[in-house]
């Protein structure tokens, strides 16, 4: 059976003093696809540090992670991300965001990613609970 390779787009990592017990990202998303499916074959790309395939072939789909960063922040790592998402998208790549990664997507693709302090209209608020 062919592997399905998964390009994770590391944009974040646990912090140094949590990675003892925890891990970082990485791990995370080893953990979970090898739990889920060992056909699965993961290549971590440290986008941070301007770490990216050598070829977009090089995997089947992509993965954007998380970040305790924003979309809205001027990092130059980030406007480079966005220029690869639209690469992705321009190839038909398979591409999913966590989090931040969906944001980035978005705002890349030209959406519009709001904070929650720029929505002028009224929100709900839903509280969710248990039926006794």
């Not at 977009?56 to 990092?75: P, Q, R, W």
């Not at 998208?89 to 030209?110: D, M, R, T």
């Not at 009224?122 to 248990?130: C, E, F, H, K, L």
Request: aromatic share 10%; proline share 2%; with cysteine.
């Amino acid at each position: 059976m062919n592997k399905l390779t998964i390009g994770i787009l590391l944009t974040d990592h646990v912090l140094d003093d949590l990675k003892p017990k925890h891990g970082d990202q990485d791990d995370f998303y080893s953990k979970i696809f090898g739990e889920a499916d060992t056909n699965i074959k993961l290549k971590i790309y440290d986008v941070t540090l301007n770490n990216y395939p050598s070829d977009i072939n090089e995997c089947d789909g992509y993965i954007i992670t998380g970040s305790k960063l924003s979309v809205y922040d001027d990092e130059k790592w980030i406007r480079d991300l966005e220029q690869y998402i639209r690469n992705l998208n321009q190839n038909k790549k398979s591409l999913l965001g966590v989090c931040f990664g969906h944001q980035l997507i978005a705002q890349a693709l030209g959406g519009e990613v709001l904070s929650l302090i720029h929505i002028s209209e009224p929100t709900r608020r839903y509280a969710i609970s248990y039926a006794v």
